[in-house]
């Protein structure tokens, strides 16, 4: 059911996906189909041990140390494929015993481990048979006499350390035995709230599923929704995105038009400020070449006059003469070119406004939404059908879920995972019973162990207490004497309790060891699923056996670790089991059969849109006849060389106190003061109107707009003839596109547009894939059983347990080997004799030892048959 349910769930989300593959795909606007619904599993399918844990790690290695080869993936499988007869022919074929071989090699830590097992189950009973006839015959220490050593002393501390030290050993051991057996015991109590967690994700997992199944059928909704909403809106979208196109040829051509008009209204206002400046600067150069020259001459006069000719001041009047010239005028702007001719030819062209013609190609284009819309009409009429096979698609979607009996295999499998759940909490106290009954074996187990340490234990605490070294053997105390029958009370039952020690020991560790190894290693490395996924192991006729349980086609690469890894990462049914081989679950939405007229409409498609014009002869005329306007032919090097010169060719200041050093030089009279005046009047000459000209506002931004101006329109006229040129081109060029060329752009848009609309149904499907792998039917839940079942169960709590359970009890087994000899040897110091050896008094103290019975001195103490141990 679990399976039907699966398949019949991923064939309706699976059919929710197209095939569609435009060829041009552009981003589509980003559709929100928010989240599916889904719940939080509980069951963390993890198990930390605690401080016994550590026990386990021990165990761990000494089973690496018991068998430290790999998991025998091929050995398995031969074993598993190989054919064993019943009789005994079949065994004794040379391949049979091959792999039998094989598995004894492999084992062979476990055999030993057994062997050693079994020797001592069989030898220690008999042993203790043997030993307990010899004593009875008074030998092997039966004998209650003991003979005089001088290092009696030392020999009993070392008796007694090593029984202590294996006492000790045997404790630990018995505690880790406790501890397991307990563990184990605590853990199948709480198991119920785990096993309760596991059917809680599964009921989830069930009760979700449908919910997450009508979510992905609503958000179809959505995508329809939007589809249709573009659909409406069909003509001004189109439109635009038809202006777009164009746009990027025609706002450039139109954009350098409107620049050269704007560059033909900067360049009149140049003109007309190259203009005015000139004639404010000629003004004032000439006002001050006119006043130098008068200066000039009077001076002149002054220095013909007849005192020039003197022998003291005819040299000077020369010097005076001879520096005449450098009073003029440097910048001379009355030379410059006239920039009239030019203006009047640009107030010609200004007189048609091309800012205007260029803003009309604006409009013209802006109407571009508008021209399309009307000449679309063949694409509009294809909406309706297009609403239509949407519609259907939705009632196709609805039509089919409904036909998936999808809610009543989910209530199948409740009703059967209702009835596990019953049956379980039902057995679960069974099991508890059970478990309380092997808690109890294996406690009785712990205290056959308990019992023997007691009596060593006591041995040693009531011989060690109560032995007094100045005591002859005979004499021995009542304390001490019951330590060494303690002592030998402990040997016995040692004796009579190792061997069903031993017994449980080896079927625990042989049983235990193996799981562990074979199990539960594998199962964490995931070498347990490669071996259940060997090509026709399960099923000698199919290759993968999952897959001809699920699809009937074992040729299908559907593993059992894919799935459980897949499950693991909680992903969907869908993916983990690769349902999409069952179903062609991409026929249901494929868009491209409707689409097909519609694209064919659409490569037919005329539109004229030759009723934009961008900019009209008028224009174009207008535009060549401001790159003849001469513009270029201004000497720009002139004005820039009369602007860069200084107002005058000498600094007047210093040339009038030349001037007047120099008339200190003469004879005092009237020409010395002649000279002085003079020089007087270019003083006033310099503050009067060279100093203005320098530093006067209006003379300054003369200059400064004549300066700007001339370079304006020296970067204007650059080229200016391949500017306009340029201009028109681009214009013509982008006229040409719309005339010849937008019945082709408009059809490409009207495809990109097409597959924007396509593009949102391409999210749903993309997003209905996602939502499949991840989120629909998400089988952790089922990852969690098998890791509840397996690793926590069998291997976390039985495996681990009942490991270190046999590894405690089986070391304190051992242990009980020299814990009987120490306790045997170290009795004999405890017990109180019946018969010592002593000194002959005749002789030197040294000589002889005597009897006491042989001198009529009887033991006062009554020697009990107990003794005789």
């Not at 000719?309 to 440097?330: F, M, P, V, Y």
């Not at 086609?553 to 081989?581: A, M, Q, R, W």
């Not at 347990?801 to 009987?820: C, D, E, K, R, Y």
């Not at 000194?839 to 042989?854: I, P, R, S, V």
Request: aromatic share 10%; proline share 3%; charged share 20%.
């Amino acid at each position: 059911m679990a399976v039907e349910l699966c398949l019949l769930l991923l064939l309706f989300c699976g059919s929710t996906i197209s095939e569609v593959q435009p060829i041009y795909k552009p981003p589509p606007g980003t559709l929100d189909f928010g989240f599916v619904p889904s719940k939080t599993y509980d069951t963390g399918a993890y198990h930390e041990p605690g401080a016994i844990g550590i026990l386990f790690k021990i165990v761990h290695a000494f089973l690496y140390l018991v068998q430290p080869n790999t998991f025998p993936q091929d050995l398995i499988r031969k074993l598993a494929q190989q054919q064993f007869g019943n009789t005994q022919g079949d065994y004794q074929k040379p391949e049979n015993v091959v792999l039998t071989l094989q598995a004894i090699y492999y084992e062979i830590g476990f055999i030993v481990s057994a062997a050693l097992g079994l020797l001592f189950i069989l030898l220690l009973p008999l042993v203790g048979l043997c030993f307990c006839m010899c004593r009875c015959c008074d030998n092997c220490g039966g004998e209650m006499h003991q003979r005089q050593k001088k290092n009696a002393d030392c020999q009993r501390s070392c008796f007694a350390t090593f029984l202590f030290v294996a006492s000790l050993i045997i404790s630990v051991g018995v505690l880790c035995a406790y501890a397991a057996n307990q563990h184990l015991t605590n853990q199948v109590r709480g198991a119920k709230k785990l096993v309760n967690s596991n059917f809680k994700d599964l009921k989830i997992f069930l009760n979700d599923t449908p919910a997450q199944i009508d979510y992905l059928v609503s958000q179809y909704n959505t995508t329809k929704d939007k589809a249709l909403s573009d659909l409406n809106n069909v003509g001004p979208v189109l439109g635009t995105r038809v202006q777009e196109q164009l746009g990027k040829e025609v706002r450039p051509a139109l954009d350098a038009a409107l620049t050269m008009a704007g560059a033909i209204r900067e360049t009149k206002e140049a003109l007309e400020n190259v203009s005015v400046s000139v004639e404010v600067l000629q003004e004032g150069t000439e006002r001050l070449h006119a006043n130098l020259t008068d200066v000039k001459m009077h001076l002149s006069n002054t220095l013909n006059d007849s005192a020039c000719n003197a022998a003291q001041a005819a040299s000077t009047c020369n010097i005076i003469k001879n520096s005449l010239e450098q009073l003029n005028i440097n910048a001379n702007f009355s030379g410059l070119p006239g920039v009239s001719s030019q203006l009047a030819k640009v107030n010609d062209v200004l007189k048609i406004d091309l800012s205007s013609l260029v803003q009309k190609g604006y409009a013209a284009f802006n109407d571009t939404p508008d021209l399309v819309v009307n000449q679309t009409r063949n694409i509009l009429s294809a909406v309706p059908y297009i609403k239509s096979v949407l519609e259907s698609i939705g009632s196709n979607i609805t039509t089919f879920t409904r036909a998936l009996p999808v809610q009543k295999i989910l209530a199948d499998l409740m009703v059967h995972l209702t009835q596990t759940e019953a049956y379980v909490q039902d057995y679960f106290p069974v099991v508890e019973q059970y478990d309380f009954y092997r808690w109890l074996g294996c406690l009785i187990l712990c205290c056959m162990l308990v019992l023997i340490l007691v009596f060593y234990y006591l041995g040693l605490l009531c011989g060690t207490c109560g032995y007094d070294k100045h005591a002859s053997p005979t004499t021995r105390g009542c304390i001490s004497n019951t330590g060494g029958n303690f002592l030998m009370a402990g040997v016995g039952f040692s004796f009579l309790f190792s061997w069903v020690l031993m017994i449980v020991v080896v079927l625990t560790f042989v049983t235990g060891g193996n799981v562990e190894k074979l199990v539960c290693e594998p199962f964490e490395d995931k070498n347990l699923f490669k071996v259940l996924d060997t090509p026709y192991l399960l099923n000698k006729h199919w290759k993968n056996y999952l897959a001809g349980i699920i699809f009937k086609n074992p040729n299908v690469n559907l593993t059992f670790e894919k799935v459980y890894s897949d499950c693991k990462e909680n992903k969907g049914i869908y993916t983990s089991l690769h349902l999409e081989h069952l179903f062609n679950i991409n026929e249901l939405l494929n868009i491209s059969m409707y689409t097909e007229d519609v694209a064919f409409r659409i490569e037919h498609i005329q539109i004229n849109l030759s009723k934009i014009i961008l900019l009209d002869e008028i224009g174009k005329e207008n535009l060549l006849n401001f790159s003849s306007s001469g513009v270029d032919g201004i000497d720009f090097s002139a004005y820039l060389t009369e602007i860069n010169k200084s107002v005058t060719k000498v600094d007047l200041l210093s040339f009038a106190n030349d001037l007047e050093a120099r008339a200190d030089q003469l004879p005092k009279g009237a020409l010395e003061n002649a000279l002085k005046g003079h020089a007087n009047n270019i003083r006033m000459i310099h503050n009067q109107q060279v100093v203005p000209l320098e530093q006067a506002m209006k003379y300054v931004k003369a200059r400064s707009t004549l300066n700007q101006s001339i370079r304006l329109l020296k970067r204007t006229s650059s080229e200016l003839m391949v500017k306009v040129k340029n201009v028109i081109s681009a214009v013509n060029a982008a006229q040409n596109l719309i005339n010849n060329n937008a019945s082709q752009v408009i059809v490409q848009e009207t495809k990109k547009y097409m597959d924007t609309i396509i593009g949102y149904f391409e999210q749903y499907t993309e997003w209905v894939k996602e939502s499949i792998s991840m989120e629909v039917a998400a089988c952790k839940p089922i990852a969690n059983v098998i890791d509840t079942a397996v690793d926590i169960f069998l291997c976390s709590y039985i495996a681990d347990s009942v490991n270190t359970f046999w590894f405690g009890l089986g070391g304190s087994s051992m242990f009980l080997i020299p814990a009987i000899i120490f306790a045997v040897k170290l009795s004999k110091y405890y017990r109180r004799m019946d018969t010592e050896d002593v000194y002959d008094d005749t002789e030197n103290g040294n000589n002889g030892y005597h009897k006491e019975h042989l001198y009529g001195i009887h033991n006062p103490v009554f020697t009990s048959s107990v003794e005789q141990w």
